[in-house]
């Protein structure tokens, strides 16, 4: 191609691999893929590529991102994925949810915490299970509420201890241990207590302005607004004829008014 058409100011769109610049991938084995791919600069070493593969029973698109990859959506995202996902993040993940957060899942979920687990509830928490919760500790377990503890049983509540417990049945209440102490003196064990963390909260991915509006290839240009260029005069809209005819444009580019083109 040509800059508007003039063959001394030739342009390339174009270019062909050769034995200097070779295909990303060996041919014609890959001959189904697509391959966009770049080199890190300066130095290469790196890249990144975007693949499409075709070849039936073997559809990929493949991405590889060098360093970052930032995304910035500014409605709705949906994902759907017709078998399995697997996620694996080599460092830190952080996520943030401005309103509510809604999850379902239909079969058994696994999780694992292989340090800490910590957990802040701003306001009331509501756990409700159809069966039983079963909870062991390695060493501690510890309750303390600001007001008050209840603990309520519908047929049996029992405290076990030291070789003691109390059962509380609809029997009654059975109180076992080698001594029964009874206003003897003494004090009540105490917890570890609350040692919680926050979170961090996740930055922001980066942004970027919107693009604006390329200007008309002179060639596709009137030839009012050819001069208008040539005189390197401010674009402006085509028609400048003012209500009683007078054009104060020193070129006319509509070329209505003929007594200044």
Known sequence: ???????DQPLVTGGLYHKEHVVPYDLPANK????????????????????IEDRQGAEQIYVHAQRDWDENIEHDQKIRVGHERHDTVEANAYSEFRAEEHRTTHADRKTEVKANDHLTVGNNQHVKIGTGQFVEAGNEIHYYAGSKVVIDAG???????????LKLDPSGVTLNGATIKMNSGGAPGKGSGLNILAPVIPWLAASAAAGGLTLPALINMSPQLKQAAAAKLLLVKQCGVQPDG???????????????V
């Open 1 to 7: 191609t040509f800059l508007e058409g003039d063959p």
């Open 246 to 260: 007078f054009c104060q444009l020193e070129v006319c580019p509509c070329g209505k008014n003929a007594s200044v």
């Open 155 to 165: 047929m049996e509540l029992t405290a076990t201890g030291g070789g003691s417990f």
């Open 32 to 51: 189904t893929r697509s391959v966009f791919k770049t080199l890190s600069s300066p130095g290469g070493g790196g890249y990144n590529e975007l693949r």
